[in-house]
């Protein structure tokens, strides 16, 4: 995996993904040699950098994404970015997602801005799959699910479901995800989302798929010093706090202790 | 022009420069090898280290406050062995000065990990932490009553001759009492200041926002708090002080030695800009320059009462 | 929606709501009249006042840190005769509480003042300054040790029987001994916190930058300090408290009333905007609907540990 | 005086006043009834706001200066703002200087910064006075004079001093000052500047002429309510400090106490 390094990186170009979501592509040739499910540090005004996910990793030209939904601070002073803009951004950083079991179905599920870690990665491997992948999105309303016209551009037609009902399903990714585990064997699910929705993905899972987890914590410095990023993991003497920045993002659904 | 920012601290140990990385927001070193040039720095104080393993606190174990930073990690470390095996052979490769921070559960537990360490190639110095706000035992208590803090530097000073730091927490009274007793107890050097104790509500969820409830408040918010104290301690005791706490840019340094710091460490702003302590040590002769200062040694201490000044002066082996 | 946002404190002393402009921020109330709706404070609590004029500190007495404000005014005050003449028949023209903020260098001067202010026109509470820390006899050395806040605040009590406040050092090992402190020698109400001891240094001049030397720091720097004060005296009192420190908004209010506080007071972010207490005002109601509360009863204390809740319940005469 | 208040006053020009000195015109009624010698206490992103005397006031056309050097964070930003952009201020506050004598002969004496109020003085009062005013104003060095044109366009040169020579003469203020009080009897000293400055005026004008200092000093609130910005002044019983922000800024040069 690509060692993460400090960049200066410009914003070429922004667009508004979503209600209150907003998508950054940065040029920077070291981010598009990232792996998906790796993610970016970003400086903003605050005391702590900011990690966002790639939602997009475009080697051929030196670009990726960066999806985010503002939420405070520095996500607001983020989409206050305009192009020509510059970042400054540690990344590519922590493990991401392995490449998938060409053999094997596969899932993707994300819940709100969980999605566009998927989507990197679905953009990057659904070529290698004999199928192609399923792809659930969920979000808590309508005018909160991002990327749908991405997966779509891919060939990919995703399940949407929204807490309200208000587009796709109404519920959370659970049920889908549970008919189509119902229907595949040795699967392997990659995930990333709010807890509960993890927490789901992997009990649902539990015997029989391959679960790959994409955490978020806060974070101090985003590669491995000064562990406050940690998640409660299983260890070899029962519970151990591990790492969400350098162990992690991703883990295997076996290995939370939640 | 200042070209020596050398100086000398108790029992030979020589620094290229007074920046030091501090304890807790430096890893074990390597983490940081790539984006810093560790060779560079004064020294480097690792995360605290104790006996055995400790798990630490339950996430969320940071929270953002205005220009400051609240922790809760609550000394999550693999233990003095595996910091022997694995951690110091790649960190003593950095041509620095290795300072090992060292944590305990009782007085006993400080004893053996110091003596553990004592006599291991490239640890050049230990840093009692009896400040850490964020452990249920040990930690903050040892620091906020004299006695305490007399008995465990008096029991690590008996194991071991490397030179020895104690950092000292800012949540008591009186910083002095504490900074004397240590003095007493043998400490080389004092270390000041640790974590501010301090709390966030997160009120989403109506709870305190980090795992261990309250947590230690670094960065720059502390900055006058930390430098109170640097300049109340400077005044009664006469062993050298490395002074933290906010520091963010070779001006904060200068305040620091101004008030009776002989070297100072540099935290939190390392997670924003990685490379800023060797930003730091390049600037700061430039800015000791338009200060009026021909060298380090005229500035330590020059902002504290005349009559104290003298003090600093026989200390500072600088 | 939270329509209602009227407490009652002990002695029956009812605010319209629960944010009061901090001693020392707000003068003696009519400076800021031009500025402020001061009648739709919940009320305000004006500069220290001791029995006979004090000429302050030298100048330069004020500072800025990140995020903070060091200050070293040493309560310049034009003494209780001149305040009772001229400042109070003004400031009691608008229809809010006034607490008056009282100081002494002596346990005797604390209850020459007190008594002087009981059954003056428009007093509606003294607030005790224990705290301050810019003076060199009196204020916080009465508030830094259990025994001597004892004596001054029973002093107090026995002087008036006035709605009393007594307001703590945030400079102290255990806040919690003081608070329980002036808890047992009859204070209706806790004031906390003052200002926190700091320093900053004028690089240029080589000195200390305030006039006094060190000097009291407020501002959304000290914030999680003042929170976790207020959430550790919470659990251990039965007398409400009013909480303050770099309060800047309504989010603010409501993390300390989730700490403990059935009110708060706001100092430093008035002389960045003199009617951000009157928007705290307007906005609190939205900031509690938000947070899924229908009065601000249910909010007091909701942050504490299980079991210390039906404290402050039965505290918060709320 | 007019009663200070809080308001939103767009920048309607901005000029480079000298190296490291910037001079922006506000517009807006209130501010520009101000007395000379007032000053606008202006938010800027610090904890403080940050107090700038009136350069300039045009009641005809509601316009008003801010003429600063850049010393730290505030007056950066400040230095920043174009035109367009509004500040947050309050004002006018203190007390100005009153209007000269008609029938004394007039000195005003400027050191660095100081020299803009003295500007607005001399702009206001100067067809007052039956002689035009003596205009001495000092800097550190030749890129530092300020307003000396704007002296001149009101028809008076003004005497210009640098401390290294670079312009005018060589030396301070205290000399021509020095040389027009041994010419000029029972006179009105207006004078603005450092306070080795104001102290010598007010040694070389002792008993020959009636003083007013300008003074500065680091402020909390700007309108009288925090007892941050004294200055040690002569009382009934001795020192007395008294605030610079609604006391001063102007005082009488007796009544200091240094
Ligand atoms: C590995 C990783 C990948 C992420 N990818 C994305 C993404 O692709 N899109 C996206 O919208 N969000 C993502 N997040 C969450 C994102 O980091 C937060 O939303 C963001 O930091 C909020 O910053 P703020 O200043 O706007 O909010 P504030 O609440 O003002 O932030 C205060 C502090 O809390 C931290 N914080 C707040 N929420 C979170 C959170 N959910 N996770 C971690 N730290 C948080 C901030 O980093 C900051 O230190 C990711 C988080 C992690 C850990
Ligand atoms: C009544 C009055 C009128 C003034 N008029 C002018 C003017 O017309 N032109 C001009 O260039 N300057 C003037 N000053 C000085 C000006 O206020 C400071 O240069 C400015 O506040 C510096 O802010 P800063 O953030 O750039 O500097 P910093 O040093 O970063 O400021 C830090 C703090 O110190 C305060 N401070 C720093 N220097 C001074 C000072 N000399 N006086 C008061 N407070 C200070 C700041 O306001 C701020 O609170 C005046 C001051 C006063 C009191
Ligand atoms: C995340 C974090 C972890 C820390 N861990 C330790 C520690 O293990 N031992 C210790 O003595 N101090 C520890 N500290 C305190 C710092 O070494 C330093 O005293 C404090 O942060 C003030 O400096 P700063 O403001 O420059 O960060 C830690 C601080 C932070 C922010
Ligand atoms: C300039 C200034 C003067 C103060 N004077 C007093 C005082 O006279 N009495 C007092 O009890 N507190 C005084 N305080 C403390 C405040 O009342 C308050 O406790 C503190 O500033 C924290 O609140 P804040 O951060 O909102 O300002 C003063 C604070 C400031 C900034
Ligand atoms: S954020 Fe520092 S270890 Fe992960
Ligand atoms: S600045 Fe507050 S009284 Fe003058």
Not at chain 1, 199 to 225: H, K
Not at chain 2, 39 to 48: I, N, Q, R, T, Y
Not at chain 2, 68 to 92: A, C, H, M, Y
Request: with cysteine; net charge negative.
């Amino acid at each position: 995996m690509e060692e993460g390094k400090r960049l200066t990186c410009p914003v070429v170009a922004r667009t508004q993904a979503a209600e209150g979501h907003v998508e950054l592509i940065l040029q920077s040739r070291a981010l598009a040699r990232a792996v998906p499910g790796q993610f970016a540090h970003i400086l903003t005004p605050g005391v702590l950098r900011r990690p966002i996910s790639f939602s997009r990793i475009e080697s051929e030209n030196d670009l990726i994404g960066l999806l985010f939904q503002v939420v405070g601070s520095g996500t607001r002073w983020l989409a206050e970015r305009s192009i020509g803009n510059e970042l400054d951004v540690l990344g590519p950083l922590g493990n991401g997602f392995p490449a998938p079991d060409p053999m094997k179905p596969w899932a993707a599920v994300g819940g709100g801005v969980g999605v566009p870690p998927l989507f990197a990665a679905v953009q990057k491997w659904s070529h290698l799959t004999g199928d192609r992948p399923e792809i659930i999105i969920g979000a808590r309303t309508a005018g909160w699910v991002v990327m749908e016209n991405d997966f779509k551009e891919l060939g990919i037609e995703p399940i949407v479901t929204t807490d309200d009902g208000s587009k796709g399903q109404k519920g959370n990714v659970a049920d889908p995800l549970s008919l189509w585990l119902d229907n595949h064997n040795e699967a392997q699910v990659y995930a990333c989302g709010p807890i509960p929705m993890l927490q789901a993905v992997r009990r649902l899972s539990a015997g029989r798929a391959t679960t790959y987890l994409a955490l978020e914590q806060r974070m101090g410095c985003g590669i491995g010093a000064c562990l406050a990023c940690v998640v409660p993991t299983v260890g070899d003497f029962g519970l151990s706090y591990r790492r969400v920045c350098t162990d992690g993002p991703v883990f295997r659904g076996e290995e939370m202790m939640w | 022009m200042v070209t020596d920012l050398g100086i000398e601290l108790p029992r030979g140990m020589k620094l290229s420069n007074p920046v030091i990385a501090a304890s807790g927001t430096f890893g074990f070193g390597s983490e940081y090898a790539r984006f810093v040039d560790i060779g560079a720095l004064g020294g480097v104080s690792v995360k605290g280290v104790s006996p055995k393993p400790w798990l630490g606190n339950p996430p969320p174990r940071v929270w953002e406050t205005p220009m400051g930073l609240l922790n809760s990690i609550g000394l999550q470390n693999p233990g003095v062995e595996t910091f022997i095996e694995k951690d110091l052979p790649l960190l003593r490769s950095h041509p620095t000065k290795i300072i090992v921070n060292i944590i305990g559960h009782t007085v006993e537990e400080y004893r053996q990990v110091a003596e553990r360490l004592t006599n291991q190639d490239g640890v050049h110095a230990l840093e009692v932490n009896i400040s850490c706000p964020n452990i249920k035992e040990g930690g903050m208590m040892f620091g906020q009553d004299p006695d305490q803090a007399f008995a465990v530097t008096r029991a690590v000073r008996d194991a071991t001759d490397l030179p020895l730091l104690v950092k000292l927490s800012p949540n008591v009274t009186s910083p002095v009492i504490i900074a004397q007793a240590v003095e007493a107890a043998g400490a080389d050097v004092i270390s000041a200041i640790n974590t501010v104790l301090g709390l966030a509500i997160d009120i989403g969820l109506r709870r305190p926002a980090l795992g261990g409830m309250t947590g230690g408040l670094s960065g720059p918010a502390i900055k006058p708090l930390a430098l109170r104290i640097v300049y109340e301690i400077a005044q009664q005791v006469k062993i050298p002080i490395i002074g933290m706490g906010g520091i963010q840019n070779a001006e904060d340094v200068v305040e620091f030695l101004m008030a009776g710091a002989s070297a100072v460490m540099v935290g939190t702003i390392t997670f924003q800009y990685p490379d800023r302590m060797n930003q730091i040590i390049r600037e700061l002769p430039d800015v000791l320059q338009s200060c009026g200062f021909a060298s380090l040694r005229e500035v330590v201490g020059v902002a504290l009462p005349q009559s104290q000044k003298s003090n600093v002066q026989r200390a500072g082996v600088i």
